[in-house]
């Protein structure tokens, strides 16, 4: 079954401790994107890579890290997690977004930082 | 960099009316502009999208609708159901895959 998958799903962790959260795809995408979904501001997009080691930043980058060393695989760093992060994450991936191919989101992560 | 506007943040139709959401955009270059539907507690879903050489689109109840000149684009649902009520995001991009910047929402209520 095509799929993003997010792993884990919900998360409540303290201030400064390093989490990744991960995401991988099973469609061969080359894009694929983090956002951050926060009450009455949408969605904003953290980072995006075009494809493997291109990676990029979106309107929200500070205080998160991504790799792409992998094609399926675009996990989002966060070194030292602070409360303003409490936030719902989804990872997407696209076949290729220069063609206008459709983003296909992953079921999304619920990150709590106390 | 490219800032997207949504109206209204909440809208209520009765079952069987139109229902209208408008997003405006800043960025002249901005070329490929998607909707996306998200019910409570699941992911966002494509439901339609209008690249810029396109004036209008069309599928079934949804249909999309761009002005270049004025920068906005409109989602058009026709004879809404129960079923559409969910939360809709416009967004807009640049072809060639730069950051996609969302627009904050509109909550749609179809009462029946």
């Known amino acids: 079954e095509a799929q993003v998958t997010q792993n884990p799903r919900y998360l409540i962790t303290v201030t400064g401790k390093k989490l990744t959260v991960t995401c991988s795809q099973n469609?061969?995408?080359?894009?694929m994107s983090w956002y951050r979904q926060d009450p009455g501001l949408g969605l904003r997009q953290i980072y995006y890579?075009?494809?493997?080691?291109?990676?990029d930043k979106g309107d929200v980058p500070e205080g998160y890290k991504v790799s792409r060393k992998e094609k399926r695989n675009f996990p989002l760093i966060l070194e030292s997690p602070s409360p303003n992060q409490t936030s719902l994450y989804f990872c997407?991936?696209?076949?290729?977004?220069?063609?206008?191919?459709?983003?296909?989101f992953g079921p999304g992560t619920r990150l709590t930082v106390t | 960099g490219e800032n997207v506007e949504q109206h209204p943040s909440t809208l209520s139709v009765q079952e069987g009316d139109s229902a209208v959401i408008k997003c405006t955009y800043s960025?002249?270059?901005?070329?490929?502009f998607p909707w996306y539907k998200q019910e409570l507690g699941k992911r966002p879903q494509l439901i339609i999208d209008i690249r810029s050489n396109v004036g209008e689109k069309k599928d079934q109840r949804i249909a999309v609708t761009l002005n270049k000149t004025a920068k906005h684009f409109s989602l058009h649902i026709t004879e809404t159901q129960p079923e559409d009520s969910a939360v809709y995001f416009c967004?807009?991009?640049?072809?060639?895959?730069?950051?996609?910047?969302f627009g904050p929402g509109t909550r749609l209520s179809v009462l029946p």
């Open positions: 960025d002249s270059a901005s070329n490929y």
């Open positions: 997407a991936s696209s076949l290729a977004l220069a063609r206008f191919d459709e983003q296909y």
């Open positions: 967004a807009a991009s640049l072809s060639y895959g730069q950051n996609f910047v």
């Open positions: 469609m061969n995408h080359e894009y």
């Open positions: 890579s075009m494809n493997v080691e291109v990676t």
